[in-house]
Each structure stands twice: as C-alpha cells, then as structure tokens.
C-alpha cells in the first residue's frame, strides 16, 4: 500500500478522501509547526508528501525520501519547496492555485475597508478606554469612493480585487510585467501605468504578487519617499516583497499613511514597532482561510495525490 504523509492538519474531507482510494495516511497532528528533523523521519518511506507553504522541504528531505513520487502544496505559493532539485529526482510538485482568489481578495478589501474606516483601532478603543460619545469631528477616517487604488500583481487574485474595488467606486490602476489587453483591461476597468506612477499617485498600495528574485523588497526605503503622505500599504502577497524595517521608519516618520499586513518578512515572526502603531492591521495569514477556500483547495491535494496513485498526471504541476 502506497503511504501518504501530510505535514499538518487538513480539512478532515481531504484525509478521508485519500484513505478512501486506499492509501495508508499518516498526519502529523500538532499545534505547532512540524521540525525540520520531525519531517526527515516521517518522510523516510513515503510517497507522497502533503505540506503547507509554512513548512520547508529542502534537498535534505527530498533525499530523505527515496520512494517519494509527489509533493502536493498546500497552498498558492510553492517557494517552501526546492522545486527544481525535486524535478531533477523525476518527483513533481503542485500547489493549488485559483480556488483562493475570491478569499484573498475579500481579505484585501476587508483591509482596505479597516484602514479608511479604522474599524479595528475602534475596537481597540471601545474594549479599553471606551468613547465619550458621539460628536462631529471624533475619530474621523475617509470613504473609499473615488480614490485611486494601484495593485501590483493583476493575476487571478489581483483581477478579483480589481471587480471589488470597482464595485465599490474605486478608480483602479495596475502595474505588472506585462499589460494586459485592451479587452480585458475595459472589461476589469482598469488602467496600466508604469510603476513609478503607480507608487506616486495612488492612496492605497496592494500587493497581490507572487514572490520572485526580481520584487525581493521591491517596497523599500525609496519607493516610501515616492508614496503619497496619506497612502496606505496593504501586502497579501508575500512578506519579503516588502522591506519591514524601512516600512517601520517611513510610518513612524509619517511618509505614509498606513499599512495593512497578512503575511510578513521573516513568517510568523512580525518585525519590531508594527505591533505599536495604530495606523497599522495586523492578521495571521488569513487571506484563504474560509472553510470554502480550503475545503476546495484540500480536494486539488486529494485529486492529485489518487492521480499519481494510479498512474496518471497531477494537475497543477510547477516543476
């Protein structure tokens, strides 16, 4: 019998889907997070490995896998996973992209929405020190309506907060690689501009970019200078497209006006000073945690974990 190691708690679906095509399963079931020593052992006689983008499987542990056939991401992202090194084993890789696009993107509206409003420093205030009543200029914020949101990284996730934002009556400007046609850019209603404009002109920043070698702190000292004071910074993309240090000057030296952050430089740790300021939202990379969002992505696993059982192609191949 085949045997499968999953490296952190799945949906239940997902388990028993796989137990269901007669495969021995075994999961690590723990709070914390799986060791790298703890995944070397697991993963001794197995063939397929099942992991989350927060844990590494490096070249140590691919050869410490010798019956290994298929690493299923748990996740959009696969920089987890020595991806080239495992192709060169004959041993294929995927992730599960798409099905957490309408997540994702309601999370960064959701940000966008606290920031402007400041929902959550008005939480915090009515938990501690309460509000002394309602009056005309307390705790002011601004709508969203006719400002400028620039998104960088207009794939899947950045397309669907592209239609939000615009349902919203938000003016939507775009900066990637490549631009995309004209068709579809009056379809989304939205406008390409070059990234210098793009940091210059817009009062919220999203990053909705896959991390690469190239945009490694790509949001850095320089581009807060080019930033509007009153600009908001909001990354669910990946942590080190954003230099955290020079984001912590430029908010404590008001070179922009906030920031909204789910995922982070160094994961899970959170750089020193963003937990002080009040004009920044903090969340646990949630941007895909819906029962929806990760009961679909868990059935991408399963799919091509039964796939490569039988003898046939997995979806979603990266390598």
Do not use: C
């Not at 495992?86 to 997540?103: C, E, F, G, Q, Y």
Request: zero cysteines.
């Amino acid at each position: 019998m085949m045997k499968v190691f999953i490296s952190a708690p799945l949906p239940e679906v997902t388990v028993e889907k796989i137990k269901a095509a007669n495969l021995e399963v075994t999961m690590y079931s723990q709070e914390t997070l799986i060791t790298h020593n703890e995944l070397l052992a697991a993963v001794k006689d197995v063939d397929f490995l099942i992991t989350p983008l927060s844990t590494q499987v490096d070249k140590e542990i691919i050869d410490g896998a010798p019956n290994l056939k298929l690493i299923a991401n748990f996740g959009a992202g696969f920089n987890n996973i020595d991806f080239n090194y495992a192709r060169s084993k004959n041993i294929a890789v995927t992730n599960t992209p798409l099905v957490s696009t309408n997540s994702v993107a309601e999370v960064t509206l959701g940000l966008i929405l606290d920031l402007s409003h400041r929902i959550v420093e008005g939480d915090t205030m009515m938990r501690t020190t309460g509000f002394p009543g309602w009056s005309p200029l307390f705790f002011l914020g601004h709508e969203i309506a006719g400002k400028t949101l620039g998104i960088v990284g207009l794939g899947n996730i950045g397309q669907s907060v592209a239609q939000k934002a615009r349902a919203l009556s938000m003016n939507v400007q775009y900066w990637q690689h490549h631009q995309l046609s004209d068709p579809q850019e009056r379809s989304l209603g939205v406008k390409y501009v070059s990234m210098d404009e793009l940091i210059s002109t817009s009062d919220f920043i999203s990053i909705n970019a896959p991390l690469t070698d190239e945009n490694f702190h790509q949001f850095n000292t320089d581009t807060f200078h080019q930033m509007k004071k009153t600009a908001a910074l909001i990354n669910v993309g990946r942590g080190p497209i954003v230099d955290e240090e020079a984001l912590v000057t430029a908010l404590r030296a008001g070179e922009i006006g906030g920031a909204a952050l789910d995922v982070y430089e160094h994961e899970p740790k959170v750089t020193p000073g963003l937990t002080e300021m009040k004009n920044v939202i903090l969340t646990p990379h949630i941007g895909n945690a819906t029962v929806e969002a990760r009961n679909a992505m868990g059935n991408i696993i399963a799919e091509n974990v039964i796939a490569v059982a039988n003898g046939q192609l997995p979806k979603y191949v990266i390598n």
